[in-house]
């Protein structure tokens, strides 16, 4: 999928599920969520005989959690097909070297911000670092969005 499919496709699921709370949007699709001590593994995402599961963490952060789960959802809207074949496993969430994991970060990135917050935030001048701490959320989140932006922006123009 396209990077600004990937943005109109996140809007239309927000207008849909009426909802930014990740947990919520598992619940109404029907995803199973656990959290497990994953060491290293921060989530997955995986199928197993039609039945679709989210397992967590459970040494994330809260912040860091909602991120997580955001990228395991960009998986299940996204490569549920694949995912039937070969569980996502997220050691690092910013692979950005394979096409899924790219498309999940962008997922994420567009739940997470707003394209509002990222424009208040550098209308009162704050770094892209600083605007990850204000919005409790990974500064590379941050640096994807506004990617998504200009990309959009550009593309409308």
């Known amino acids: 999928m396209i990077l600004n499919d990937i943005y109109n496709f996140v809007n239309e699921l927000k207008r849909k599920y009426k909802t930014c709370n990740p947990y919520e949007i598992a619940e109404m699709c029907g995803i199973n969520v656990f959290y497990d001590n994953l060491g290293n593994v921060k989530g ?35 490569h ?14 910013y692979n950005m070297r394979s096409k899924f994991e790219i498309e999940a970060n962008t997922f994420a990135a567009n739940y997470l911000i707003s394209d509002e917050d990222i424009t208040e935030n550098a209308e009162l001048g704050l770094t892209t670092m600083e605007t990850a701490q204000v919005l409790c959320v990974p500064h590379d989140i941050v640096l994807i969005k506004i990617t998504l932006l200009l990309l959009h922006y550009f593309r409308h123009q």
């Not at 549920?80 to 690092?92: G, T």
């Open 44 to 78: 997955l995402f995986t199928i197993d005989r039609r039945n679709s599961f989210i397992i967590l963490n459970e040494n994330l952060s809260d912040e860091m959690a909602d991120v997580v789960m955001f990228h395991e959802l960009g998986h299940y809207f996204l």
């Open 80 to 93: 549920r097909k694949e995912a039937a074949l070969s569980p996502f496993s997220e050691n690092s969430l």
